[in-house]
């Protein structure tokens, strides 16, 4: 038992794939699934008309606007490697789903738009990454239309990001004129739109091309020899070990749309990508090949079955081995719960996972009991592992039922969607209006209409704009220092919030009254 269970951790490849807005990561999610047999016709996010949507964007506002808004958990077999992705939002004001998934990985895969090149979310993600250590793999999408040339790409993605690039292929042309990549990895060049048999070229110990061929009468060729020449004088050397500490990200050359270079790069990627990484507790560090299992949940998902109004919890599985029915405990409560339905997911489509080991990434039934960044152990253990980071909110709005007789729904609606850690819910402390928070404006569309589709209400929204927000320390603090520029207001866990007009009103308090200490939960360990 003891020997499968390693091999079954060290099988998994578990990653998220980090990206601008349409840099084309739900199309690549797709073309991966179509190699690991999960779907048999990959859908694109443009054929809108067709009524045949990306596998990945299953809630109905992404299938209208063809964006993904939340996290999806994809997972198929490959080359003997059980792979999980995570796809993430692209979209910004989403940013607070996507740093929550990107601490459930163990590697991401960064998409770069060849004619765009690095865009700011791009960069907001990657940093998040770096931050972690998480090791970074590199996919340049799009070299079937004109862009930028690849060695500006690579310069843009070292002065910019900061990380040293080695390219495991080279493209070999772009747009109408790209013929193919020279694959430096394989010592071959894999050509573009040819018959499945002229596919490959082997190169021979020079790197060039034996004999006879077409390909060699082209300036092309001989401009990508001289090109990969540079790199291997002038580039940085291949190390396994610093790709695995997030120092070096290798760069693959391909279109995802035409399903061009994905297969040389998941070959590669499950070569060199980490197997599932130890992670830090309240007990130190926990082994992924520990026997006793422990998670921790990272998302809360409400509805995923329109039909049956049900919540999952996203749990990443740290060690151990889960197994259906177990009884696990949540240190948080300090209750026990039993783990009685789960499932594995390919979008929407879902099966009842009995297994599933460190790694893995499960949905467990959420009868109300999670909250976001909670810890699940076996047996006597009871640490707590690393809390997630909570984004403090900087737009508000107040919000009530339009129509008085749904009060029921209305709160329900909340209640469920706040607890999926999208919007947070605040209440003004003497009239006990409702407040929503959140870091974008999408996110208030998303609940507007999650909350009119999902628990039939409507709601009223009304803007009261940009605001800094601050938590009390210690919560003791008198009512009466609320006003309409320092409104006072109560989180979902009861704590005292000021919700500060702007940077002037925050100062002009804190001179006021030095005895109420207020913290942001962003620059502090509280």
Known sequence: MAKKFEEEVLSRRTFAIISHPDAGKTTLTEKLLLFGGAIRDAGTVKGKKTGKYATSDWMEIEKQRGISVTSSVMQFDYNGARVNILDTPGHQDFSEDTYRTLTAVDSAVMIIDSAKGIEEQTLKLFKVCRMRGIPIFTFINKLDRQGKTPLELLAELEEVMGIESYPMNWPIGMGKEFLGIYDRFNNRIEQFRVDEDKRFISLNEEGEIEGEHALKNSGLYEQTLEEIMLLNEAGNEFSKERIAEGELTPVFFGSALTNFGVQTFLESYLQFAPSPQPRNSTAGEINPLSENFSG????????????????IAFLRICSGQFERGMTVNI???????????????????RSTVDLAVSGDIIGIYDPGTYQIGDTLTSGKENFQFDRLPQFTPELFVRVSAKNVMKQKHFHKGIQQLVQEG?????????????????????????????????YNTEVYMERIGSKIVRWVEGDEVSENLSSSRSLLVHDRYDKKVFLFENDFALRWFQDKNPEVKLYNPMDSEH
């Not at 949940?297 to 079955?305: E, S």
């Not at 240190?331 to 489509?349: E, H, N, V, Y």
């Open 296 to 311: 921790f949940i990272f998302k809360i998902q409400a509805n995923m079955n329109p039909a049956h109004r049900d919540r």
């Open 422 to 454: 999208a919007i947070q819910l605040y209440k003004t402390v003497k009239t006990e209006d409702l407040l929503l928070g959140a870091v974008g404006q999408l996110q208030f569309e998303v609940f507007e209409h999650r909350m009119k589709n999902e």
């Open 331 to 349: 240190p948080r409560t300090g209750k026990q719960i039993k783990l009685a339905q789960s499932t594995q997911f390919m979008a929407d489509d």
